[in-house]
């Protein structure tokens, strides 16, 4: 395993999950027209839902991590569903 590889992988996965996802998600819902989006600011989307719960170790705090890492742990589940169809032909 080359893990100089790994490690930017990861770094690379999280900060977009960090910093990118997030507003992705956002305007994805505002362009959707989903209603939720749309009566939710961009500050309250941020502060209160996303990062806020991060504060304090909480049901809320676990539901934050998750979905800042999902691009992360999406793409290592990507990797090992083509790592095991490989292995397999």
């Known amino acids: 395993m080359n893990w100089s590889k790994e490690l930017w992988f990861a770094l690379l996965f999280i900060s977009v999950g960090f910093t990118v ?23 309250v989307w941020a502060e209160q839902i996303v990062y806020g719960p991060l504060g304090e170790f909480s049901l809320l705090f676990l539901r ?21 169809a490989d292995q397999e032909s």
């Open 21 to 43: 996802w997030p507003l992705m998600v956002y305007y994805l819902g505002l362009a959707l027209g989903i209603s939720f989006f749309e009566s939710t600011t961009l500050r």
């Open 64 to 84: 934050s991590l998750v979905f800042l890492f999902t691009p992360y742990l999406f793409f290592n589940f990507l990797r090992i569903i083509l790592c095991k």
